[in-house]
């Protein structure tokens, strides 16, 4: 691996067009979480100055900023299962001998990947019927339904990231939270 390769935090571990895969979605994460805070934060700066200094309140920051938490939501749960932060009730799983804990680890990898894929189905059907029903946002003047479109993409590469982890667990020794974070705990973790 070389310097490049070593400091690239898109890159990926997998092999060959899964690798591809996710080192596309790690860009695409990266992207929408970091211009959709940047948006937010500079809408709700701008309306602020405009509303006290000009006295004028910008009319479409508040559908925008609704916008921008929905793009910053969806794309932050695919982040969040990249960085193995998802929430975990793993009493049963701690107490499993590491082969059993292995294969355990790939069964709720895949079930959340299938549950993942679900909810992008069942959010497009929802989109259509939305989109059918013809309602724009009344400031803005965009229909509804394109509010929503972020969140069967977030759902969709939420389900391809747990897919991955699953595949990552088949291929690897170790057993993966995801496919950049091991499974562990820090040493250095303080109970309160």
């Known amino acids: 691996m070389d310097r490049a390769e070593q400091f690239d935090p898109h890159a990926s571990s997998l092999p060959g067009l899964l690798g591809v895969i996710d080192s596309t979605i790690s860009r695409v994460e990266s992207v929408l979480l970091a211009s959709?805070?940047?948006?937010?934060?500079?809408?709700?700066?701008?309306?602020?100055i405009g509303r006290f200094v000009f006295q004028y309140s910008l009319f479409f920051s508040e559908e925008l900023n609704r916008i921008l938490i929905i793009v910053i939501t969806f794309a932050g749960i695919s982040y969040a299962a990249r960085q193995?932060?998802?929430?975990?009730?793993?009493a049963i799983?701690?107490?499993?001998?590491?082969?059993?804990?292995?294969?355990?680890?790939i069964l709720i990898s895949a079930i959340t990947a299938?549950?993942?894929f679900g909810l992008c189905y069942f959010s497009v059907s929802y989109i259509l019927?939305?989109?059918?029903?013809?309602r724009v946002l009344p400031s803005l003047q965009l229909p509804v339904y394109?509010?929503?479109l972020w969140v069967p993409v977030g759902f969709?590469?939420?389900?391809?990231?747990?897919?991955?982890?699953?595949i990552k667990n088949i291929v690897e020794k170790d057993i993966h939270l995801s496919t950049h974070v091991l499974e562990g705990y820090d040493d250095d973790e303080i109970e309160v």
Request: aromatic share 10%.
């Open 36 to 48: 959709g805070v940047l948006l937010m934060a500079l809408n709700t700066v701008a309306n602020v």
């Open 146 to 148: 394109w509010i929503f």
């Open 156 to 166: 969709f590469m939420t389900g391809l990231q747990y897919a991955l982890t699953a």
């Open 129 to 134: 019927k939305v989109a059918s029903s013809g």
């Open 114 to 116: 299938l549950a993942m």
């Open 84 to 90: 193995g932060r998802h929430i975990r009730m793993s």
């Open 93 to 105: 799983y701690d107490a499993l001998p590491t082969v059993p804990r292995k294969a355990f680890m």
